[in-house]
């Protein structure tokens, strides 16, 4: 992984390049987390690396360091309502916006991961097929966007223990869908999401 995305981003004269990433489309409840961060130029920071390939003590770890490190980051959410509202992707992309918007110094462009520029967003975007794994930028917005979301649903299993949110973080394990059928479900979940599952 190297900075070649955000480097042609400021030889294009962009001062400040940020990247953003979602975190929790699939799950059955919960918000949908999005964090931004724009990171010192050519930042090193070993074992930086797509959340999704590393374990919850190293993201942990990263979690702490790149928000100690960066000239900026931001982490929001959209809730339940709200995805259910607008549609899982919508919603995420109102997080992502969220968390850009919350950005100080500001980014005067945005890596994305994925193949879609974020909708409403009138800062200038470029979306990076497995951006988490290419770009910085983008691999500590999807630790930021993980770990926050990670840390919510535990926090949730205080609330709703018979769901076992603090192991499975609201995705649809066989221990998780169970629980939905007996107890039904709770205001963290999306109905949207349960229709299979509750008929």
Known sequence: MDYSFENKAIAA??????GTDEAGRGPLAGPVCAAAVILP?????PGLNDSKK??????DVLFDLIKEKAVAHAVAFATVEEIETLNILNAAFLAMRRAIAALNPPAETVLVDG???IRGLETPCLPVVGGDGLSP???????LAKVSRDRLLTELHETYPQYGFARHKGYGTGAHM???RE?????EHRPSFLKNILG
């Open 41 to 45: 130029r050519n930042l090193e920071m």
């Open 183 to 187: 107890f039904g479900p709770c205001p």
């Open 137 to 143: 930028s983008i691999a500590a917005a999807s630790i």
């Open 54 to 59: 590393l374990t919850a003590k190293k993201r």
């Open 13 to 18: 004269g962009f001062r400040t390049v940020c």
């Open 115 to 117: 193949n879609l520029k």
């Open 178 to 180: 169970a629980a939905i």
